[in-house]
């Protein structure tokens, strides 16, 4: 075991889906987010069909994947840095305990706020294999957040011979440059209002009405850069026009005629 900085690495010698358990248990992650039930139970580490890259696969799938390539895992605290935009990409960084926020700073100095992500995850999946293969934003901890690093070279095999490995990696991509084209198109929004309609309508459909914000309302207004004065007024005007309803953190479209005319 070593340290470096506050972040700490522990080498997995053992290939076995038991050792990498009791690797996180050594790591004194709370076992009710983990399982109570020891290592063959639904564990955060073991249900990686959560993650898209996995979808489709069986649970002996997965942990033969983890057996054959997991030979570090990562830790990092609340607030820590886990890569910076600029660094270069060595290896697969799947997230599968906690949550990050990405970063980007732009041109002018300026901070954007991307996106939350959960586990389980990889980090910056379309860049792995660029020509330029390096992060485009920060990743910071918002929690205590663990990573199984993965070479790249391993990776690639996986999915040379895995057709559903291979093309569910094709999809996550294009999923990805979806959601960053969607992004753009709302940070050229002048309008906060439309900014907000824009949202709103991402996260929900007509079947499912409802979602929960990841954000508190002082990172909600930063991520859309505007005071949190503005965004309280913009939501509160939303709500008395009856396009929405609010309760703690859970948003109700009420209106979506209204939003898609904003």
């Known amino acids: 075991m070593k340290k470096q900085t506050s972040t700490t690495k522990y080498a997995v010698h053992g290939h076995s889906h038991d050792h990498l358990f009791h690797l996180l248990e050594q790591l004194q992650v709370p076992l009710d987010k983990l399982s109570e039930h020891g290592p063959h139970s639904h564990c955060k580490v073991q249900e990686l069909?959560?993650?898209?890259?996995?979808?489709?696969m069986t649970q002996r799938e997965h942990d033969a994947f983890l057996d054959r390539n997991v030979r570090e895992?990562?830790?990092?605290?609340?607030?820590?840095t886990v890569v910076r935009q600029g660094d270069p990409?060595?290896?697969?960084m799947l997230l599968v305990q906690g949550s990050v926020r990405t970063e980007m700073i732009t041109l002018e100095g300026n901070v954007l706020d991307i996106d939350i992500l959960e586990a389980v995850i990889p980090m910056a999946p379309s860049f792995i294999y660029g020509a330029k293969n390096n992060y485009p934003?920060?990743?910071?901890?918002?929690?205590?957040?663990?990573f199984l690093n993965i070479s790249k070279e391993a990776w690639l095999e996986e999915m040379a011979n895995n057709k559903q490995l291979l093309t569910n990696f094709l999809t996550m991509n294009?999923?990805?440059?979806?959601?960053?084209?969607?992004?753009?198109?709302?940070i050229s929004l002048k309008s906060?209002?439309?900014?907000?309609?824009?949202?709103?309508?991402e996260k929900t459909t007509i079947e499912s009405a409802s979602f929960t914000l990841k954000r508190s309302r002082t990172q909600l207004a930063e991520y859309f850069g505007?005071?949190?004065?503005?965004?309280?007024?913009?939501?509160?005007?939303?709500?008395?026009?009856?396009?929405i309803q609010l309760k703690g953190r859970t948003v109700h479209v009420l209106d979506r005629s209204k939003l898609i005319r904003e």
């Open 137 to 146: 934003f920060d990743v910071i901890a918002v929690d205590t957040a663990i």
């Open 89 to 92: 990409i060595h290896s697969v």
């Open 73 to 80: 895992i990562l830790t990092f605290k609340k607030g820590e």
């Open 174 to 186: 294009a999923d990805l440059t979806l959601f960053l084209s969607n992004k753009l198109q709302m």
């Open 192 to 201: 906060l209002r439309k900014k907000l309609a824009t949202f709103f309508l």
């Open 226 to 243: 505007v005071q949190r004065q503005s965004l309280a007024r913009s939501l509160k005007e939303m709500e008395d026009e009856g396009i």
């Open 49 to 56: 069909a959560y993650c898209p890259l996995f979808r489709g």
